[in-house]
């Protein structure tokens, strides 16, 4: 399905996921925009579902987006439907992109006997372009007829856009000797930075929680999962993050719940990872640890201007242990800083400390270190005790080329 080869990070296969009781998945080509592959998937919720929501904050963010902010947090009673397009992003189509939304939802609530506030649709791929909708609507039959509960691998499948790979990451729980379920799938491959969320992402549960503590969960670990991985450093204007827990499996968890905190923090870091696994291009996974910052939010600050840096991603790319450039971010971030308190390793290799090159690094360590698909820059600014975590990849050619020709 991919227009470009897999990536060199993608796990080895998709895995597999549990079926999530309450939730039937469907996938149909419409011909959106792609020929020849499926690019609509459709999820049928059963009554007393709830659903947590993230967005992304652009200020250009697409029609869906804004309809689907405006429904969470109603009433669960009704059963729920999501649709979601691959092939065009419905953003920035004006009252036409409105029209569109509101003729799917409109079909979709006919069509699946649900009401249209329990209708939540998703789209993504080009900006600009008029939706063709009525191709959508047209297969909302067929979708109807193939909702299945062991859908979910195909519904990955059906989202994608730049992906060289589908996305998914599940974990099976013990709560008071009662099994819970959880599964999720997202694509995204290019335009990450989220300031929200990412991309498209949705993840389900048969646990049985209160609307208000699934929002909590997801609008916290948002924050130190999707929140915290770029590709480019450009936001986009369709990301979405939904997550729905029918409660088929009777058993009922709060946020407060360790297992189930757990279990879905790690299901949502892995997600986002495969995300920067899957970045355009991308031949290299990076971790970027900042400590000793004034706060955790100067160190995110710090992390990400390293993170977003095309510098410092093309010398990884070049596979070139250019620590000067990490010191160039570290510069320019606009957080607290002090030249000579700061230190750098690559991996467990002392680049440079207190300041100043160590006297025991080798350029031949830091090369080393630089041609593994997995690599970790550590920075300790030596001021106080903030840290954070964020995750990047590579600059490579081949994102260029992704994006040149993007739209033809």
Excluded at 135 to 164: C, F, P, Q, V, Y
Excluded at 289 to 300: D, I, L, M, P, S
Aim: glycine share 8%; hydrophobic share 40%.
């Amino acid at each position: 399905m991919a227009k470009y080869a897999r990536s060199p990070l993608a796990p080895e296969a998709f895995p597999e996921l549990p079926v999530i009781k309450g939730a039937r998945f469907a996938s149909h080509a419409a011909g959106v925009k792609y020929q020849g592959r499926t690019d609509v998937m459709m999820v049928q919720l059963d009554p007393g579902t709830s659903i947590a929501g993230v967005f992304t904050r652009s200020l250009t963010r697409s029609a869906p987006v804004l309809d689907c902010q405006a429904k969470i947090g109603g009433a669960t009673d009704a059963g729920a439907v999501i649709l979601v397009n691959a092939g065009n992003s419905n953003a920035f189509t004006g009252k036409a992109g409105v029209a569109s939304v509101e003729a799917v939802t409109s079909a979709v609530a006919d069509i699946m006997e649900t009401p249209a506030a329990r209708v939540f649709t998703s789209s993504t791929g080009v900006i600009g372009e008029p939706m063709k909708h009525e191709r959508i609507i047209a297969a909302l039959e067929t979708l109807k007829g193939k909702l299945d509960e062991n859908g979910i691998s195909d519904a990955a499948h059906a989202i994608m856009t730049t992906d060289t790979f589908p996305k998914g990451a599940c974990a099976t729980i013990d709560v008071d000797g009662q099994t819970v379920n959880i599964a999720g799938i997202a694509k995204g491959s290019g335009m990450i930075a989220p300031d929200m969320a990412t991309m498209l992402v949705y993840i389900f549960t048969d646990a049985k929680i209160e609307q208000s503590d699934l929002q909590d969960l997801v609008s916290a670990f948002t924050d130190s999962t999707f929140n915290c991985i770029t590709v480019d450093s450009d936001t986009s204007t369709s990301d979405t993050l939904l997550m729905a827990a029918t409660g088929a499996s009777g058993v009922t968890v709060s946020h407060d719940t360790k297992a189930f905190r757990d279990a879905l923090h790690d299901v949502m870091l892995d997600l986002s990872h495969q995300v920067v696994r899957d970045g355009e291009g991308a031949h290299k996974f990076v971790t970027i640890n900042v400590t000793g910052a004034r706060n955790n939010a100067q160190a995110k600050t710090h992390a990400m201007a390293i993170a977003n840096s095309p510098l410092v991603k093309t010398a990884i790319a070049g596979e070139d242990p250019n620590w000067g450039r990490v010191v160039m971010a570290i510069g320019k971030s606009g957080a607290e800083a002090d030249r000579d308190l700061l230190s750098i390793s690559f991996g467990d290799i002392v680049v440079a400390k207190d300041g100043w090159v160590s006297p025991d690094y080798r350029e031949e360590q830091g090369a080393a270190i630089m041609k593994e698909p997995e690599i970790t820059i550590n920075v300790d600014l030596g001021l106080s005790d903030g840290k954070a975590t964020v995750w990047t990849c590579d600059l490579t050619h081949t994102y260029i080329e992704i994006n040149a020709d993007y739209r033809s």
